[in-house]
């Protein structure tokens, strides 16, 4: 039982580094030289959640050193993020991570929008909501709703 309980036991050590690390970074610089943006989606996705892991792990330290099965659990949960059959790094975010933030960033904005905008700002990009927050601060609803009536009218000639 030597040599194959030490692997055992240290089950953690010879494959988390693999698993949590090596894996993911081929594959973002994969993701990041591929043309589609769903890869990028989920490599990033996948470094935000491990950052969020390391995080609590880091804060709790002396706690988690009492629990000498959280190494094993850390790893088992990095492999069900990482893994593309499992896409749980997806599922967290979407369920979850994205979920926070949005209700975050809808109450960031100074300007109160007509329930019609709510429902469109909530469907943008966090990106592209900032930018349509930022443009209404500066120049005033009347300035956006000019915008939407020109490109309402651009819309329909096509």
Not at 74 to 100: D, E, H, S, T
Not at 129 to 143: F, T
Request: glycine share 6%; with cysteine.
């Amino acid at each position: 039982m030597g040599f194959i309980g030490a692997m055992a036991r240290n089950l953690d050590t010879i494959i988390g580094p693999g698993v949590m690390l090596l894996y993911p970074l081929y594959s973002s610089i994969r993701a990041i030289e591929s043309p589609s943006t769903f890869d990028d989606q989920q490599w990033l996705t996948y470094w935000v959640l491990y950052s969020f892991v390391t995080l609590f792990e880091l804060s709790t330290y002396r706690i988690l050193y009492w629990f000498p099965i959280w190494p094993y659990l850390k790893l088992l949960f990095c492999a069900w993020l990482v893994l593309p059959m499992f896409n749980g790094a997806a599922y967290i975010y979407g369920n979850y991570v994205r979920q926070y933030f949005k209700n975050i960033a809808s109450y960031g904005g100074n300007y109160n929008y007509p329930e019609e905008y709510k429902e469109v700002l909530h469907m943008m990009t966090f990106d592209a909501r900032k930018a349509v927050e930022s443009y209404i601060n500066r120049y005033g609803p009347e300035a956006f709703e000019r915008v939407i009536r020109v490109a309402e009218k651009e819309a329909k000639k096509h």
